[in-house]
């Protein structure tokens, strides 16, 4: 019996640090590998102190006297319940937090789909883009040039600021998906490439 919740116990942590690893891999939200491992770093350290908590106290609750068991066997029982509710706690918190991104991406996509067919009908399509307080690298009236070269195709780009909100950037997707047939019928095929080229003549020109 003593054995068997040893083996218990190891099973669960291994359980829990797979959930705790992966739960976020199954998010609606499109994550770079990078970034997501860095958000982690914290909630490792979290995850540590929880796990030697739980050690803590098994050892203190331990010391009880229960039903004439060893010191081990009570540890071992008292550390899997603790185990137990916390795989309950994580499968709970990792279910409601891809729920409610999903249903805050699927809303924020709709918002931006029916702004795309707005934008379209006006010819004034607008990518959206995090990028903060940019310094200008090139002049004012250089700068009018190529957003003239942009405006030629239908498009303009415009900065929302620092904050990088990323179910904004992955439904932003949705907004280049529904624009995309109206660009390509209005510039014609390859009309990123020809306009990247004219963009790319009067940089030559400024160096």
């Given at each position: 019996m003593k054995k068997k919740f040893i083996y218990l116990n190891a099973i669960l942590?291994?359980?829990?640090?797979?959930?705790?690893?992966?739960?976020d891999y199954f998010s609606p939200i499109e994550m770079k590998f990078q970034y997501w491992w860095s958000t982690k770093y914290?909630?490792?350290?979290?995850?540590?102190?929880i796990f030697l908590s739980f050690a803590?106290?098994?050892?203190?609750?331990?010391?009880?006297?229960?039903?004439?068991?060893?010191?081990?066997?009570?540890?071992?029982?008292?550390?899997?319940?603790?185990?137990?509710?916390?795989?309950?706690?994580l499968i709970y918190n990792f279910t409601e937090l891809y729920l409610t991104t999903k249903?805050?991406?699927?809303?924020?996509?709709n918002e931006l789909i029916k702004e795309a067919k707005r934008d379209v009908?006006?010819?004034?399509?607008?990518?959206?883009?995090?990028?903060?307080?940019?310094?200008?690298?090139?002049t004012q009236k250089n700068e009018n040039r190529i957003d003239s070269i942009?405006?030629?195709?239908?498009i303009k780009y415009k900065n929302t600021g620092c904050i990088v909100d990323l179910i904004e950037i992955q439904a932003q997707e949705k907004y280049s998906e529904t624009v995309k047939p109206y660009l390509e019928k209005r510039n014609g095929k390859n009309w990123e490439y020809k306009m990247q080229k004219e963009i790319e003549l009067i940089k030559r020109d400024i160096r």
């Open positions: 942590i291994l359980v829990i640090l797979l959930v705790f690893i992966f739960g914290l909630e490792w350290k979290m995850l540590s102190i803590f106290f098994s050892a203190v609750i331990s010391l009880i006297d229960i039903k004439n068991l060893k010191y081990i066997s009570k540890f071992s029982r008292v550390f899997f319940s603790l185990n137990c509710l916390l795989l309950l706690f249903s805050e991406l699927t809303k924020r996509e009908k006006d010819d004034n399509v607008t990518y959206k883009f995090a990028g903060g307080l940019q310094l200008p690298m090139h942009r405006k030629k195709y239908g």
